[in-house]
């Protein structure tokens, strides 16, 4: 069966801190993995795309990488805001079917 | 339930034909989202409707892409005309009121355009 965990489930930090948030997946042959972002009363916003040859990606603030020996993911956020304050989702796209993460509820305090 | 319900769940079409994929959220539902799908681009959110009122468009790749939502059990994306590089699976979402981060998806259409 292809499950797809999230660690923590929620997360509360000072802004100014690096975070990172976990994403496990049980099934490795994937074709990508994504991460995005929802924010309230507002439908996903994708972050980064990992396809399965890489084993990371940039994109400002945000650093996402990608083993895929050991079913895992990360997403590294730096110098956190509270504008980033949201819930963060990693998603697997197997081809025939995206598998979502429950997601990483993120607090920003300033 | 039902869950959300997708049709075509497959169209195969020819370039510069009009398509129209359409899409019933699930009852007591207000969100409803368009998502776009490519393994090159991943899950992309088009347009979504809250309360049929369409707030975001942003996703939209161009103007030959529209989407309707007539009523609350009802949504229609088109594409008018059609290109070989709109191919992908095309989702439909909706979500409770204020449940926004429980999206529930619908099968999806794949589309190919020849």
């Known amino acids: 069966k292809q499950e797809v965990t999230q660690i923590p489930a929620a997360l509360s930090v000072p802004e100014g801190e690096n975070l990172v948030l976990n994403c496990s997946f049980t099934?490795?042959?994937?074709?990508?993995l994504q991460w995005f972002r929802q924010d309230p009363g507002k439908g996903l916003t994708s972050l980064l795309l990992?396809?399965?040859?890489?084993r990371e990606q940039t994109s400002g603030r945000l650093n996402a990488s990608l083993d895929k020996s050991s079913g895992r993911s990360t997403l590294y956020i730096a110098a956190s805001q509270p504008g980033d304050s949201a819930t963060y989702l990693c998603?697997?796209?197997?081809?025939?079917?995206?598998?979502f993460g429950p997601g990483t509820r993120l607090s920003v305090l300033p | 339930d039902a869950g959300v319900i997708q049709s075509p769940r497959h169209e195969v079409t020819e370039m510069g034909q009009e398509v129209t994929l359409r899409c019933k959220p699930i009852?007591?539902?207000?969100?409803l989202f368009w998502y776009r799908q490519t393994m090159m681009r991943g899950l992309e959110l088009l347009i979504y409707?809250?309360?049929?009122?369409?707030?975001?468009d942003s996703g939209m790749p161009e103007d030959r892409f529209s989407a309707k939502m007539p009523n609350a059990s009802f949504s229609t994306l088109k594409i008018q005309p059609s290109e070989p590089r709109d191919s992908a699976v095309y989702f439909c979402?909706?979500?409770?009121?204020?449940?926004?981060?429980?999206?529930?998806f619908g099968p999806g259409t794949r589309l190919t355009v020849l």
């Open positions: 979402a909706s979500s409770l009121p204020g449940q926004w981060d429980e999206q529930f």
């Open positions: 099934d490795s042959a994937i074709y990508n």
């Open positions: 990992i396809q399965s040859s890489q």
């Open positions: 998603a697997v796209n197997y081809g025939q079917n995206f598998v």
């Open positions: 009852s007591g539902h207000d969100y």
């Open positions: 409707f809250n309360n049929n009122v369409p707030i975001d």
